[in-house]
Every structure is written in C-alpha cells, then in structure tokens.
Nanobody
Framework: QVHIRESGGGLVQAGGSLRLSCAAS????????TGWYRQAPGKERELVAT???????NYADSVKGRFTISRDNAANTVYLQMNSLKSEDTAVYYC????????????WGQGTQVTVSS
C-alpha cells in the first residue's frame, strides 16, 4: 500500500508565499516523492518541478526563479517553496512519487488546493 501525504496549500494574496510538503511511504516497497504537478480548472495537468534522488532539479519556465523544490532524504519528503505567487498559479497541486521496483508506474497524491487572489 502506498501513502502520499501532501500539505501546505491554502489561500494567499498575489506576491505572497506558500510551502508545500509531500511525504511518501510504501508498506511493501520503497517509494520516493519525485515532483510536483498542477492542474487548473479546464486545463491539463502540467509539470511544476521535479527533483531526483541526487538533487537534480527541473522547473517549468513559468515558475523558474519563483519556486524552489527541495528534498529531505531522511524524511523521504519533498518540499515546494513558492514565492511571488501570481493568480495564474492557482491550481490543485499534486505530488508524484515513483519506485525503483515499479519504474513504469507513477503514484499520485490526492492534491492540495492553492488559490492566489489578485
């Protein structure tokens, strides 16, 4: 059984900051959080940022310079620090996790709502 726990979403004014957290665990195999995606109403889910086990990061152009992804390997947790938030950042943010045992499978959290008011 896989558990992915997201937290940190909420309502913030434009220009403000939020920090999302994602912790992952598996009952029978190791699973690691690998990135954040988001889906706005009427739009497809899109990549926000990813981070490898070694710390290599990748960002969507729309968030470069404003968002920072990081990980705590001991806690098996990935964070997304979001600064200078804009109304267009409003979306449900989903954490994705992967496992070396099943490399073709993606595991998703339930999502956390981020709303930026202008």
């Amino acid at each position: 059984q896989v558990h992915i726990r997201e937290s940190g979403g909420g309502l913030v004014q434009a220009g403000g900051s939020l920090r999302l957290s994602c912790a992952a665990s598996g009952s029978t195999f190791r699973i690691d959080p690998t990135g954040w995606y988001r889906q706005a109403p009427g739009k497809e889910r899109e990549l926000v940022a990813t981070i490898s086990s070694g710390g290599t990061t990748n960002y969507a152009d729309s968030v470069k310079g404003r968002f920072t992804i990081s990980r705590d390997n001991a806690a098996n947790t990935v964070y997304l620090q979001m600064n200078s938030l804009k109304s267009e950042d409003t979306a449900v943010y989903y954490c994705k996790a992967n496992s070396d045992y099943y490399p073709e499978d993606d595991y998703w959290g339930q999502g956390t709502q981020v709303t930026v008011s202008s």
